[in-house]
């Protein structure tokens, strides 16, 4: 373990072999993750594009230079090539494209993190709940997740979305629903392995009511590989709202989503070819760095998938 | 006993938990259609388009909106007019489509031979790249080979399919004018031949007509070099860590303290073993190209299932939508058993154990 060198203390009380507190074992633990996750340089690079992301979203206004909705003079900033004045460009509409790359990275990280908060507590109940009762709860829980799981993702977005309507929230809502299956999976099968373990046994002796134990023991010791299943899946979930977009089917005009962005720029790719490419880099920089970064925690939360 | 009467009792305890096996899988097979029959059902329900108003358009007058109603069967219950769904649906009948006032199975029985030969092409790509890429970077481990088919992969799992078909199109089509643009065909050779299959390049080649057939590769091969990447990236990677797994074992240092020559150890040895899993992650990729189509489909303007989706989408034309739907979900469960099936015929210790 490497020790931290200008903070002898706290590294030592962080990796003490006798924690005196349940606190300083869950902080211990932490730290021990983190120090194992910043020797992996391809998640460190992941990491850094995230924190870029979401860094980016928040000062969007501030870094921004220009305005992302209205456009500058249609008789001379059509259409600009990238210069110093536009980074990337402008479009058909004298929008700077940068300024509206920046402002969709909002818009992206809504998505994930929505789409994260709604599919992961679905996944994780269906799946506690039928690995941990197990029989015919079992059996109908499962089935309707092998039903879900039977679509292609994002045929069933695309018919849930045209069911909905169009709009970014009715997409979240449909990738949503498609995303939960394979979390319930895997929670059922971390279930399974737990439901048997003495701790469980003696809560269960207590008199913990069948919730509780879910709740609070069961769901806790699932919450790793889901975290990291979610974590590979930002990418896919990120693709899948470009791709709505693309189809015009997620944010609408003028919203500066990036898939609807590359279908804006498609018309007249040939002549103006950053006005579709500029988007598609950062749609491709943020999926890649939420993949090295899910990449990244398995090998260090999950040892076995590191050696295949 | 003899090896004979072993291999003998071997085969004949083999059939029956075959046919067992089989039977199961149907069950569950006829279960799942049965269920994505009701998800299609619901979804057509929640739709905020009223069904009546779609036929009989919005001038109606209310007794003929009445009657209408009556025979869709609306008034009816929930559980009635799902009765009658799945009905309709088990003879293949999905309805009309509003946009081309043909039955939805004719129209997808037309456009599907597009996205065949398309996904098809795209998956011999994929196998014929991906399977010599991956053991090659399995034997390499760690090496320079290794980390070019992990970067390939990533890119794969992070690039939008659309923003590189838009871009291969830019660049392969429109700067060098190495391969033909959107489209199957170009409109000149559009009827030099008659459809038999409605793959075009068994047709144009069946039928002799070589200029057309050159034509149709030209169309081709850039969105199925796409889709053919995607699945490489994916072939690929699986194809490492099974041969990986397979290399560690004790037959594979048998094999060399035998003196097996290693390329034998490596592509027939070891690549037989893998070969098991691999045909469900090749069958897999094959139904997940089926997915990507519909947005490649809709760069290269390619007719098949997935452009006849995103049309029916943007046109509101619910039935076809969710007929589509239907169909690719059936598709994807069909070749889920097809995989499931070979598993059990080309590994003989699963099909002792079930």
């Known amino acids: 373990m490497t020790a931290e060198p200008t903070r002898p203390g706290l590294s030592q009380w962080l990796l003490s072999e006798q924690p005196a507190s349940r606190n300083q074992a869950r902080l211990g633990q932490a730290w021990r993750i983190w120090l194992a996750f910043t020797r992996n340089r391809l998640g460190m690079v992941g990491l850094g594009i995230v924190v870029l992301l979401v860094l980016v979203a928040i000062f969007a206004d501030v870094i921004a230079p220009y305005d992302p909705l209205m456009g500058g003079d249609l008789r001379t900033a059509r259409l600009l090539p990238p210069s110093w004045d536009h980074w990337m460009g402008t479009d058909d509409l004298a929008r700077d494209i940068f300024s509206r790359v920046v402002h969709g990275a909002r818009l992206t990280l809504m998505v994930v993190a929505l789409v994260a908060i709604i599919a992961t507590p679905i996944g994780l109940l269906v799946g506690t709940t039928s690995g941990y009762f197990g029989g015919w709860i079992d059996v109908v829980l499962m089935r309707i997740t092998d039903i879900f799981l039977a679509f292609p993702r994002l045929i069933l977005a695309l018919a849930f979305v045209a069911a909905l309507g169009p709009g970014i929230e009715n997409a979240i809502i449909a990738i949503a629903i498609t995303s939960w299956p394979p979390y319930a999976r895997l929670a059922r099968a971390e279930t399974l392995s737990i439901r048997n373990a003495e701790h469980i046994d003696a809560i269960r002796l207590q008199g913990a009511s069948s919730g509780r134990i879910i709740w609070g023991h069961v769901v806790p010791l699932c919450m790793s590989s889901v975290i990291i299943r979610v974590t590979l899946d930002m990418a896919g979930i990120i693709l899948t709202a470009a791709g709505l977009g693309f189809l015009g089917l997620g944010a609408q005009p003028p919203q500066p989503e990036w898939g609807a962005m590359i279908a804006g720029g498609r018309r007249f790719i040939i002549d103006y070819w950053w006005v579709a490419t500029m988007p598609g880099i950062a749609i491709f920089v943020v999926s890649l760095g939420f993949n090295l970064l899910g990449d990244g925690l398995r090998d260090v939360l999950d040892p076995k998938a590191q050696q295949q | ?354």
Do not use: C
């Open chain 2, 1 to 354: 006993m003899s090896a004979r009467s072993v291999l003998a009792e071997g085969r004949a305890s083999a059939l029956p938990a075959l046919l067992g096996r089989t039977l199961r899988l149907s069950a569950t097979v006829a279960f799942t259609i049965l269920g994505l029959l009701v998800v299609t059902f619901l979804i057509g329900r929640v739709v905020p388009v009223d069904p009546v108003l779609a036929v009989v358009g919005d001038r109606a007058s209310k007794s003929t909106y009445d009657r209408a109603f009556v025979e869709l069967g609306l008034d009816r219950p929930l559980y009635v007019q799902f009765g009658l769904y799945v009905e309709k649906a088990v003879t293949g009948d999905f309805g009309e489509s509003v946009l081309t006032k043909k039955p939805i199975l004719d129209d997808l029985i037309r456009v599907f031979p597009a996205t065949l030969e398309l996904a098809t092409v795209g998956i011999i790509i994929g196998t014929l790249f991906g399977v010599p890429v991956g053991v090659w970077a399995a034997v390499r481990q760690g090496k320079l080979v290794d980390q070019v088919v992990r970067i390939l992969g990533l890119v794969g799992y992070s690039a939008p399919i659309f923003w590189l078909g838009l871009l291969g199109l830019l660049l392969f089509y429109a700067k060098w004018g190495l391969v033909a643009g959107p489209g199957r065909i170009d409109i000149s050779y559009e009827y030099t031949f008659t459809r038999v299959t409605g793959l075009y390049l068994i047709d144009t080649a069946m039928q002799g007509q070589w200029g057309a057939f050159r034509n149709v590769v030209s169309h081709i091969a850039l969105p199925a070099s796409l889709l053919g990447y995607y699945s490489m990236a994916y072939i690929a990677r699986m194809t490492r860590s099974f041969m990986l797994n397979e290399l560690a074992q004790e037959y594979i240092v048998t094999a060399r303290v035998k003196g097996v020559a290693e390329w034998r150890i490596i592509w027939v040895h070891a690549l037989r073993n893998a070969a098991v899993p691999l045909v469900t992650v090749i069958a897999l990729s094959y139904a997940g190209l089926l997915e990507g189509s519909v947005l490649t489909e809709t760069v290269f303007a390619w007719p098949g299932l997935g452009q006849y989706l995103t049309n029916s989408l943007q046109n509101a034309d619910m039935n076809a939508v969710l007929g589509g739907t239907l169909v690719i979900g059936i598709i994807f469960v069909g070749l889920n058993l097809l995989s499931d099936f070979l598993y059990t015929l080309l590994d003989p210790r699963v099909r002792r154990r079930s």
